[in-house]
């Protein structure tokens, strides 16, 4: 039995040896041209912060589609409303009627902003969400008849996400230009035990740290990711009319990276937005248990590598080719590379006899996959400890072996659903994941030391902050000590102080700000407490501070208004003019 299982291993080695080797080569291609992209757009300066808060705003449509998100849909459109800058958007949030606890909860938000909108179909679902997508167009479209406006942007977002504060100033931005902005996405942090969350850590850094932006180098599509994806009006417009009002095709199972597809091969200009440092980022909790991972990733391999195979073939440039081939290698690189490990794992034990003979006869062969395989986990260690810190990245080895399993169920659940539905004439089964919102907490424990956070996403090297600590006056901040030594930007500072204190970030003027709110409160109180009031709002008093609001500050307020009390942090730049020119 043993001398059998050798015999086979031995007559896989070649096969497997020279499949990993060209697609380690091609690994290696796929680096050269990221590391190209990256050189690429070092020469072109993206706009400062300044410049995009000041950018004129379009007016834009944010899609969410929704079945059974009753549980998470408040939270995420009351924290993404609070946190996002950007003040011409709406919510137009899709869902069934059959989906009752949904549409209630909707009809309550609906009530609660002027700028969320439930968008029904018309039918009981669930569908797909591409079909979900394409009436939420079609009510946005009743909308602006009815209210007489008009959206130029439309945005996807999904119940889960976390939207960065800035993400829809980046869209503004280059919407003038491109078709289709799409903004980077990645998991939000877990423990570091969560081993299949941690996959997804791993792959989505990679992706973003080098697909994307060697993609969009080589002028082949970008995917949509599905959120985070701004579309110009225009070209939404054009695929309607072209294809009877499916700007989202409904049968298709990964919906996003048709989209990218279909407008690549419309000559639409698509762009990556990837902004130094990559910390903006829409996020999301991806699956994490085992089962729920391959679920998901079924329903992906199913619309990524065969459904848009069969509907496009090998269609576009020579550069869209490539990355088509890169999309779909992995329903055979998968398998292989499980079987290659577990071949290798059998050869630790079997070491000798026709399986240690035919491993010296292609010795050199196996030291170059072995060299390739050590230098893919080292790179993918590189991408996630930019983007998680290095004990995330620690674990890569091991997540590597777990994604590999993952992947290879995945893809052959995938090749089994497609077949069994094409030989049944039946249409391939959308299946929808469950979501989780975080709560604030998760986001960001409160606990957290600044200077812990700064390194843990990449504001500042570790060694900064050793040297700022060891240098810091008494009574001295940490984030002014680090601004002292050039080390870090005001910008960057306020947005951790943001994170670390769940407090959202305004840019204010003073013409924006109505006199007569700004003078609500004493002025000794407002110098004592560093806060000014800017804005009220659904009950609410908003204040604006340029430091962390002192422990007894609500306490104290409470004594001058019944208002409950949010406060925002601004620049001190910006407070100072607020206070010279308002009081």
Same mark, same amino acid.
């Given at each position: 039995?043993?001398?059998?299982?050798d015999?086979v291993?031995?007559?896989l080695?070649?096969p497997?040896?020279?499949?990993?080797?060209? =697609?380690?080569?091609?690994?290696l291609?796929?680096?050269a041209?990221?590391?190209?992209?990256a050189?690429?757009?070092?020469?072109h300066?993206r706009?400062?912060?300044?410049?995009?808060?000041?950018h004129? *705003?379009?007016?834009?449509?944010?899609?969410?589609?929704?079945?059974?998100?009753?549980?998470?849909?408040?939270?995420?459109?009351?924290?993404?409303?609070e946190?996002?800058? @950007?003040?011409?958007?709406?919510f137009?949030?899709g869902t069934y009627?059959?989906?009752?606890?949904?549409?209630?909860?909707?009809?309550?938000?609906?009530? *609660?902003?002027?700028?969320?909108?439930?968008a029904l &179909?018309?039918?009981?679902?669930?569908?797909?969400?591409?079909? &979900?997508?394409?009436?939420? @167009?079609? &009510?946005?479209?009743f909308?602006?008849?009815? $209210?007489g406006?008009?959206?130029?942007?439309?945005?996807?977002?999904?119940?889960?996400?976390?939207?960065?504060?800035?993400?829809?100033?980046?869209?503004?931005?280059?919407?003038?230009?491109?078709?289709?902005?799409?903004?980077?996405?990645?998991?939000?942090?877990?423990?570091?035990?969560d081993?299949?969350?941690?996959?997804y &850590?791993?792959?989505? =850094?990679?992706?973003?740290?080098?697909?994307m932006?060697?993609?969009?180098?080589?002028g082949?599509?970008?995917?949509? $990711?599905?959120?985070?994806t701004?579309?110009?009006?225009?070209?939404?417009?054009?695929?309607?009319?072209?294809?009877?009002?499916?700007?989202?095709?409904?049968?298709?199972?990964?919906?996003? @990276?048709?989209?990218?597809?279909?407008?690549?091969?419309?000559h639409?200009?698509?762009m990556?937005?990837?902004?130094?440092?990559?910390?903006?980022?829409?996020?999301?909790?991806?699956p994490r248990?085992?089962?729920?991972?391959?679920?998901?990733?079924?329903?992906?391999?199913?619309?990524?590598?065969?459904?848009?195979?069969?509907?496009?073939?090998?269609?576009?440039?020579?550069?869209d080719?490539?990355?088509?081939?890169?999309?779909?290698?992995?329903?055979?690189?998968?398998?292989? =590379?499980?079987?290659? $490990?577990?071949?290798?794992?059998?050869?630790?034990?079997?070491? *000798?006899?026709?399986?240690?003979?035919?491993?010296?006869?292609?010795?050199?062969v196996?030291?170059?996959?072995?060299?390739?395989g050590?230098?893919?986990i080292?790179?993918?260690?590189?991408?996630?400890?930019?983007?998680?810190?290095?004990?995330?990245?620690?674990?890569?080895?091991?997540?590597?072996?777990?994604?590999n399993?993952?992947?290879?169920?995945?893809?052959?659940?995938?090749?089994?659903n497609?077949?069994?539905?094409?030989?049944?004439?039946?249409?391939?089964?959308?299946?929808?994941?469950?979501?989780?919102?975080?709560?604030?907490a998760?986001?960001?424990?409160?606990?957290?030391l600044?200077?812990?956070?700064?390194?843990?996403?990449?504001?500042?090297?570790?060694a900064?902050?050793?040297e700022?600590?060891?240098?810091?006056?008494?009574?001295?901040?940490?984030?002014?000590?680090?601004?002292?030594?050039?080390?870090?930007?005001?910008?960057?500072?306020?947005?951790?102080?943001?994170? *670390?204190?769940q407090?959202?970030?305004?840019?204010?003027?003073p013409?924006q700000?109505?006199?007569?709110?700004?003078?609500?409160?004493?002025?000794?109180?407002?110098?004592?407490?560093?806060?000014?009031?800017?804005?009220?709002?659904?009950?609410?008093?908003l204040?604006?501070?340029?430091?962390?609001?002192?422990?007894?500050?609500?306490?104290r307020?409470?004594?001058?208004?019944?208002?409950?009390?949010?406060?925002?942090?601004? @620049?001190?730049?910006?407070?100072?003019?607020?206070?010279t020119?308002?009081?």
């Amino acid at each position: 039995m043993m001398e059998s299982a050798d015999g086979v291993a031995a007559l896989l080695l070649l096969p497997l040896a020279v499949w990993i080797l060209i =697609s380690g080569l091609d690994d290696l291609a796929a680096d050269a041209a990221g590391l190209f992209a990256a050189i690429y757009w070092r020469g072109h300066p993206r706009p400062s912060r300044r410049e995009l808060l000041r950018h004129p *705003q379009r007016r834009i449509a944010i899609f969410v589609p929704c079945w059974n998100e009753s549980e998470v849909i408040t939270s995420m459109i009351g924290a993404n409303r609070e946190r996002v800058l @950007y003040t011409t958007y709406d919510f137009f949030v899709g869902t069934y009627p059959n989906d009752e606890r949904t549409v209630d909860v909707l009809g309550k938000l609906e009530r *609660q902003y002027n700028n969320v909108h439930l968008a029904l &179909c018309p039918h009981d679902g669930p569908t797909s969400k591409a079909d &979900c997508l394409n009436w939420i @167009y079609q &009510c946005m479209l009743f909308f602006e008849q009815a $209210n007489g406006i008009h959206f130029e942007i439309i945005v996807t977002h999904d119940a889960e996400d976390v939207i960065h504060t800035d993400s829809l100033h980046w869209i503004n931005w280059y919407s003038a230009e491109y078709q289709m902005v799409q903004i980077p996405v990645l998991p939000l942090p877990t423990p570091l035990t969560d081993w299949t969350h941690g996959v997804y &850590c791993d792959e989505f =850094s990679e992706y973003q740290c080098r697909d994307m932006p060697a993609r969009q180098w080589m002028g082949a599509f970008v995917p949509s $990711n599905g959120v985070g994806t701004g579309f110009s009006r225009a070209a939404l417009d054009e695929l309607a009319a072209a294809e009877g009002n499916r700007i989202f095709e409904p049968v298709c199972l990964t919906e996003d @990276y048709e989209n990218g597809l279909r407008l690549k091969l419309r000559h639409a200009k698509q762009m990556f937005v990837n902004v130094p440092g990559m910390r903006v980022a829409t996020r999301e909790y991806f699956p994490r248990t085992f089962a729920t991972a391959v679920r998901q990733r079924t329903r992906w391999v199913t619309g990524i590598a065969l459904q848009t195979w069969e509907r496009h073939g090998w269609s576009g440039s020579m550069a869209d080719r490539y990355w088509l081939w890169r999309d779909r290698k992995g329903l055979v690189g998968n398998p292989a =590379s499980l079987l290659a $490990n577990v071949i290798f794992a059998w050869s630790l034990f079997r070491h *000798q006899g026709v399986l240690g003979q035919r491993i010296e006869e292609l010795a050199a062969v196996l030291g170059v996959t072995a060299a390739l395989g050590a230098y893919r986990i080292l790179f993918r260690g590189w991408c996630v400890g930019k983007r998680f810190g290095w004990k995330v990245a620690a674990g890569v080895p091991i997540r590597v072996v777990l994604a590999n399993c993952i992947n290879t169920l995945a893809g052959g659940h995938a090749l089994f659903n497609y077949v069994s539905a094409r030989l049944r004439g039946q249409p391939l089964r959308w299946v929808k994941t469950a979501h989780q919102y975080p709560t604030a907490a998760a986001l960001q424990p409160k606990h957290i030391l600044l200077g812990e956070l700064l390194v843990r996403n990449g504001y500042v090297p570790a060694a900064h902050l050793t040297e700022a600590l060891n240098t810091q006056k008494p009574g001295q901040k940490l984030g002014e000590r680090l601004m002292e030594l050039g080390y870090l930007g005001e910008e960057d500072l306020y947005e951790a102080l943001s994170l *670390q204190t769940q407090l959202p970030q305004c840019s204010l003027e003073p013409a924006q700000v109505n006199p007569q709110i700004a003078r609500s409160l004493p002025r000794r109180i407002v110098e004592e407490l560093r806060v000014i009031p800017f804005r009220i709002e659904n009950g609410q008093l908003l204040l604006a501070t340029p430091t962390v609001p002192r422990v007894d500050s609500g306490e104290r307020l409470r004594c001058f208004t019944l208002l409950q009390i949010r406060f925002h942090l601004i @620049y001190p730049t910006q407070y100072s003019e607020l206070v010279t020119q308002l009081l």
